[in-house]
């Protein structure tokens, strides 16, 4: 009798689980079910496996408070649970030993949970553990506690709750199939909704953190914030980027998602990173953090990583668009810099609402690519980056900005206000360059040098500048001096030592200076040294021995000895001219490589 009344239970337990394919639905009926039966039962849980963290984690119980319990996870292996998983088959424990013993090999974090939620530190005095198996795979575990000294489970309960089992793995599959696709499609619809809507990165992303109630948030592949989902994400967006940059980096470039425990503001988070890519490159990181150590529900994992091609797709699209801008706009930079100005149609210029004016300036400058000996297209694909680099951080500036983009050259002109100095305007430029060229050679492995040519007044005279900012790359080229910004004012002199052949340069040197370089290598003495701060001092002997911390008699005897060497009594204007263009020049040649 006692038999056939369990047969029925089960029975009518199976046909509950059939009932309904929303997945919260059949593990809350499963476990209650359980209890229906297997009689004696004080406590039971479901865990499920997550394949891509590759641990058991509570999903469903009775007799412990899911609060505590829904941290408590397993990798397979641990505890009585992660045993039955690995073994694929049920497994009794008789005794407080056995389950004790069973339970030998859980982590303290994992043991402070399950004590948490059953509010007391005990083991049950004798346990049933069945795998649930689905295509020869174990999805999960179902796992039934006593705590009462005078009952003990039996082979026949073990039976029973395996034919259970068999029946609650299919139940939990369909639902799970069933709620997967269900979320996946909403998911993707909404935000499929907002970006056919033209929203934007950051309206999607504001979308996905409503359906989530999570905060949500979108980085580059540099570590910057794209998009952020609320006010209170960007602390956190900043945090994570000031502080976990390497995080960031080694999470995206993974091929599925990562999850981190991290602490942000002395709070625990659950962080998940899902890598936003193309078939050709990774653009971001889209990035979800809970609070209070909430866990995103493996269902949701598999419907965001559905709809990271929306993502993808929205980036790409505004990459594109800038891309198209600027290319647009380099075929008229490249008539200003090359072409009279008389002859730009005007039409282009109103094209790309650029009209010349009275509070506008314009200064070039121009990055040059130093890596020569790359492959063609290992240098292509660095190129592709470095310019989606330029774009970005251009596109943020108050004023126009045009982009000509040659072979290893980017040339950029910048509309800046006329009520800057030209001091002004080149300390931002030299700020805005440092930061590309430093994430150009960290990111991308790629060197680069910066020229800036004058500032000019008028669009027609915007070649000038080119033509010092090419000068001022062309030194930096040649010059073994570690710089890579350089500025046509502190180019001085030496953007007119570029025109001229490095021979005859070196032929004017020998002939101003030759004597006195001969003297001081046979000599061992300083008087090419003394006589440039002789002549840097304004030919003031007490100023120059004090730069050189001798007496003001020994620059005395020094002078005299150039004097004898180079046949005059004193410096005259012209001499005195001469000599400091040798020194320059020799200045010049000897920063050469």
């Known amino acids: 009798m006692e038999s056939e009344k369990r047969l029925m239970s089960l029975i009518n337990s199976v046909r509950v689980l059939n009932s309904t394919r929303d997945l919260s639905e059949v593990l809350n009926q499963l476990i209650k079910e359980v209890h229906n039966v297997i009689g004696g039962a004080n406590a039971s849980v479901l865990f499920l496996y997550d394949k891509q963290l590759d641990m058991l984690y509570a999903k469903s119980a009775i007799g412990f408070d899911m609060e505590y319990m829904k941290h408590a996870y397993l990798r397979p292996g641990e505890g009585m649970s992660g045993r039955t998983f690995l073994l694929k088959r049920g497994k009794i424990f008789y005794s407080e030993d056995d389950t004790t013993h069973g339970m030998s090999n859980v982590s303290p974090e994992t043991e402070h949970f399950y004590a948490k939620s059953l509010g007391r530190m005990e083991y049950p005095m004798s346990a049933i553990c ?32 395996e034919t259970f089992a068999g029946q609650a793995a299919i139940a939990i599959e369909n639902a799970t199939l069933f709620s997967q696709n269900e979320r996946t499609k909403k998911i993707h619809e909404e935000l499929s909704k907002v970006s056919l809507s033209k929203g934007g ?49 080694t999470s995206i470039t993974k091929q599925g998602f990562s999850s981190h425990r991290t602490s942000l503001f002395q709070k625990d988070h659950f962080i998940y990173f899902f890598p936003i890519k193309t078939e050709k490159q990774t653009l971001g990181l889209l990035t979800i953090i809970t609070e209070d150590l909430s866990e995103l529900d493996p269902l949701d994992r598999i419907a965001i990583e559905q709809a990271i091609t929306i993502f993808a ?96 050259e980017v040339t950029l002109m910048f509309t800046v206000s006329s009520s800057m100095d030209e001091e002004q305007v080149f300390q931002h430029l030299e700020k805005l360059f440092s930061k590309i060229i430093r994430t150009s050679n960290e990111k991308l492995a790629l060197d680069n040098l910066a020229g800036f040519g004058q500032v000019v007044e008028k669009l027609k005279h915007v070649h000038l500048s080119y033509r010092d900012a090419k000068r001022c790359v062309q030194y930096l080229q040649s010059a073994y001096n570690g710089k890579s910004l350089l500025t046509y004012k502190q180019l001085g002199p030496y953007r007119l030592f570029l025109k001229f052949d490095r021979k005859e340069l070196q032929e004017y040197v020998d002939e101003i200076l030759g004597t006195i370089i001969s003297y001081d290598h046979d000599h061992d003495t300083e ?16 100023k120059c021995s004090k730069e050189l911390f001798v007496h003001v008699n020994t620059v005395k005897y020094r002078l005299k000895t150039i004097y004898g060497i180079l046949h005059i009594e004193k410096l005259t204007g012209r001499e005195a001219f001469e000599l400091q263009l040798g020194l320059r020049i020799l200045e010049y040649l000897n920063a050469k490589m």
Request: proline fraction near 4%; include cysteine.
């Open 130 to 161: 069945v795998p649930l198996i689905s295509n020869d795979d174990c999805i999960g575990v179902l796992t039934v506690d006593i705590y009462s000294e005078d009952i003990q489970f039996d082979e026949s309960d073990l039976q029973l709750l």
């Open 201 to 249: 990165l950051s309206d999607i992303t504001k979308s996905l953190a409503g359906l989530m109630g999570k905060h949500v948030m979108v980085f580059n592949e540099f570590n910057e914030s794209l998009a952020i989902s609320s006010p209170e994400a960007g602390p956190l967006a900043d945090e994570l980027s000031k502080s976990f940059g390497p995080l960031l980096e």
């Open 313 to 408: 797709m929205e980036i790409d699209r505004q990459e594109r668009l800038l891309a198209e801008d600027f290319s647009h706009s380099g075929s008229i930079l490249e008539q200003l810099i090359h072409a009279p100005y008389d002859e730009l149609s005007s039409n282009h210029l109103a094209k790309l609402n650029f009209p010349e004016h009275k509070s506008h300036h314009y200064v070039i400058a121009q990055l040059y690519i130093k890596n020569p000996l790359l492959a063609f297209e290992k240098i292509s694909e660095k190129k592709q980056q470095l310019m989606r680099i330029i774009y970005r951080e251009v596109s943020r500036l108050p004023y126009k900005t045009l982009v000509y983009d040659k072979n290893m």
């Open 527 to 542: 008087l090419l040294q003394t006589l440039r701060v002789y002549l840097e001092s304004n030919q003031n002997m007490e």
